[in-house]
């Protein structure tokens, strides 16, 4: 019996040594490239994100006519002397004008260790009803080769569509279904500044709510001031006659 | 059984026996000497054993301490005050200056006793405030109007009043309206301290709040803090605070406004066709449901106006203008005079008004739908005195109208306008009765005598014995207005 067991043992021992294939291994001598375009959010596992998206209908300047995207690039590994130049492929599954987008050239200048990729886009009557999407591939070539598994790969998205706010819901029972128009407006009249108020829970001092950082939770007495300022967006259409897309023969617009 | 386990077993055996030996009480006992300190408070809970210190003055602690053996010899005890975790005197009493920071700091008392080296402790805390955080507050106008806060301190010896001055803030404006205030607790009953809110017509900052800890500024109102840009212009004629709401409320243009926040919210019914205007005196004090109900006297108009928010979570948004309440009529051709929001029972506003030499008093009751259902009058009675009536309110806390007309002050129940003597400043009092405030226990009433230097008298009673405490009299310029916000021990 004792010797049934001493094989059972041996065998599980033995099949520890078996050989990781998938296991990733660094490379001292070469050097790797990847995306690291800062994630917003510090808690979040990934340090970079893998999309970016912008929108000229979010802009505060409502004239914008084009506009850059800096995209860092990241080097692992040893930096070098020289310049180096690194590739990229646009995949295929990328919708856009080759005419409105340009990007600049990809070098990692010397003793960097961080660059950056400028791609600047022109804004184009397209984008208010198709958004521009470039996936972007980091490909090997003589200098690097592609590094850090889950940044490889971007997405970027450029539109110039004023796209419903993941906060309407939050807010609707105030600010009503969605409508562009309302939008629109509210960015004019709840910007960055005009809110004084402190953050609720750190009391990290304001002014931090504006139309793209709304309060998580339509409470008049925890956000008075984001109140206020629905007040005055309720009499703007009160004392303005706005219609959806300026087609009168739809219901004129107007807050709950 | 084998010898092994006899052998355990016997040497348990030999333990147990061991506790049947019986208990001689032949035991060497000697009576320690026992400290106890006396003379300073004594409570179970640390926030019964704080001292209020104002900055700058000086702690005297003299506690007694006495030996269960030594009695009152204190020759072999050691003692040591500690404030701060800092050893500030080797003596039995504590002298302190108390101008090291602001908060509150512990203070340890060590008592050790050579002969047995044992050691009685006693811990406090000194709760180091600025003089001005408690006190009978009062804003006051020069000739010239410039405005001027004076507190008396309720815990300082001294017994005057001093000019406050506000940091950040060099001047605080010509034409003072009100001051008025609201407590903040912490851990218990006497841990507050006042948020105050100034009025001032013609000024950078027209409404201040103050937090009377450091008597720092916390918020100010101006015309930029109002959210609706334009041309807007804040010259306020009317500035409360609600009583137990972080909220202001100002009139401006004759349009009523709520403060909240540092901005300045849209005017109640902005586009009202009928132009309201809101007389003197003519917003009913809300009693913490000014969120949802409101009353004005409109002075345009001559009629009362009832709002409400739709009863909604939508605060201070007033979306209903009622119109058609039955009784409305009742008030026609009277002069109104005060109103209020109150609880009796439940939701309701009370108005006063008079005509000729009579006053009539009236309540508008709610619905169970929280609707305004119907005005009614309360009662009718002779105006008390044929002095100009002064300063009229409605105390929500009692129920209670009070009036002051000349050194006087007379008090009705809401059922009724039967005005009955209150109080009546001493006959040497200069001056006529300009306001007056019921709070903590206190009655302190302001007179202003213009034929003086300092016009300003202030005169504060028990408001419960009615006894005359304090009698300042000509201490400072002509007053506006006042607030009580003092530490009752």
């Known amino acids: ?68 995207i800096a995209v860092p690039i990241a080097v692992g590994g040893e930096s070098s002397s020289n310049n180096r130049t690194y590739a990229y492929i646009v995949e295929d599954s990328s919708s856009y004008e080759p005419n409105t987008v340009k990007f600049s050239s990809p070098v990692i200048n010397a003793n960097n260790f961080v660059d950056t990729l400028f791609i600047t886009f022109q804004r184009s009557i397209k984008m208010k009803t198709k958004p521009t999407v470039l996936y972007l591939r980091l490909a090997g070539n003589n200098e690097f080769v592609p590094g850090n598994l889950y940044n490889q790969k971007i997405k970027v998205v450029v539109d110039d569509i004023l796209n419903e706010p993941k906060w309407w819901n939050t807010w609707k029972n105030y600010f009503g279904p969605y409508q562009k128009e309302i939008f629109q407006q509210w960015m004019q009249i709840y910007y960055l500044g005009a809110d004084p108020s402190p953050d609720l829970t750190t009391a990290a001092p304001g002014p931090i709510y504006y139309w793209n950082n709304m309060p998580t939770s339509a409470y008049a007495s925890w956000y008075p001031v984001t109140f206020n300022y629905i007040q005055v967006l309720k009499q703007y259409f009160i004392d303005h006659q706005v219609y959806p897309d300026g087609d009168i023969t739809k219901e004129r617009i107007q807050l709950p | 059984m084998n010898l092994k386990n006899l052998t355990y077993i016997l040497f348990l055996a030999i333990l147990l026996f061991e506790g049947c030996s019986k208990d001689l009480g032949n035991y060497d006992y000697k009576d320690v000497n026992t400290i ?133 803030l060099d001047k605080l404006g010509k034409n003072p309206l009100s001051i008025s205030g609201t407590k903040k607790y912490g851990a218990s009953s006497s841990d507050f301290y006042n948020v105050l809110t100034i009025g001032i017509q013609d000024a950078v900052n027209p409404v201040v709040v103050i937090d009377s800890r450091e008597f720092v ?112 009529e009742l008030m026609n051709g009277k002069t109104f005079l005060a109103c209020s929001y109150a609880n009796i029972p439940s939701i309701n506003h009370i108005y006063l008004f008079r005509q000729d030499n009579q006053l009539y008093s009236y309540r508008l009751d709610y619905g169970a739908d929280y609707k305004p259902k119907a005005f009614s009058q309360l009662g009718t009675a002779a105006v008390p005195t044929s002095s100009q009536i002064g300063y009229v309110y409605f105390d929500g806390r009692t129920s209670r109208w009070y009036m002051a007309a000349g050194k006087t002050i007379y008090m009705a129940s809401y059922l009724g306008v039967e005005f009955q003597k209150y109080v009546q400043l001493p006959s040497d009092a200069s001056g006529n009765i300009v306001k007056f405030k019921i709070l903590d226990g206190k009655l302190m009433i302001a007179t202003n005598d213009p034929a003086a230097d300092k016009p300003g008298s202030i005169y504060i009673y028990n408001a419960n014995t009615m006894v005359l405490e304090q009698a300042h009299k000509h201490v400072i310029d002509e007053i506006v207005d006042l607030h009580l916000g003092i530490l009752v021990e």
Request: hydrophobic share 35%.
């Open chain 2, 217 to 328: 500024p916390t918020l100010l109102y101006n015309s930029s803090s109002y959210v609706g840009g334009g041309d807007f212009v804040f010259r306020p004629t009317q500035v409360q605070t609600d009583l137990y709401n972080e909220v202001v409320y100002a009139v401006n243009k004759g349009k009523f406004h709520v403060l909240r926040k540092g901005t300045i919210a849209l005017p109640a019914f902005i586009n009202d066709p009928t132009d309201y205007k809101i007389a003197p005196n003519g917003v009913a004090t809300p009693l913490g449901n000014g969120s949802y109900f409101m009353s004005i006297y409109d002075e345009n108009n001559k009629r009362v106006r009832v709002w409400d928010n739709g009863v909604t979570g939508n605060e201070y948004a007033y979306v209903n203008d009622y119109k058609e309440i039955s009784g409305q």
């Open chain 2, 36 to 168: 106890a300190i006396a003379g300073l408070l004594d409570n179970s809970h640390p926030t019964g054993r704080i001292y209020e210190v104002p900055f700058n003055d000086t702690v005297r602690l003299n506690p007694t301490v006495s030996g269960s053996l030594s009695g009152n010899d204190t020759s072999a005890l050691i003692f040591e005050w500690k404030v701060d975790s800092v050893t500030v005197s080797k003596t039995k009493n504590l002298f302190y200056v108390a101008n090291k920071r602001y908060g509150k700091i512990s203070a340890e008392f060590h008592v050790t006793d050579k002969s047995t080296g044992t050691t009685t402790s006693y811990n406090c805390f000194l709760n180091i405030v600025n003089p001005y955080k408690w006190g009978y507050y009062v804003l006051t106008q020069n000739k010239a109007k410039d405005a001027s806060l004076y507190c008396l301190s309720s815990i300082t010896k001294k017994s005057s009043f001093d000019q406050v001055l506000l940091s950040k």
């Open chain 1, 1 to 68: 019996m004792k010797r049934y067991i001493l094989l059972f043992c041996a065998t599980v021992i033995l099949s520890a040594c078996n050989k990781n294939d998938n296991m990733l291994q660094f490379d001292a001598a070469q050097s790797y490239i990847y995306f690291a375009y800062p994630n917003a959010n510090t808690r979040a596992a990934e340090k970079y994100i893998d999309s970016i998206y912008y929108g000229f209908a979010l802009d505060a300047d409502l004239q914008r006519k084009e506009k850059t």
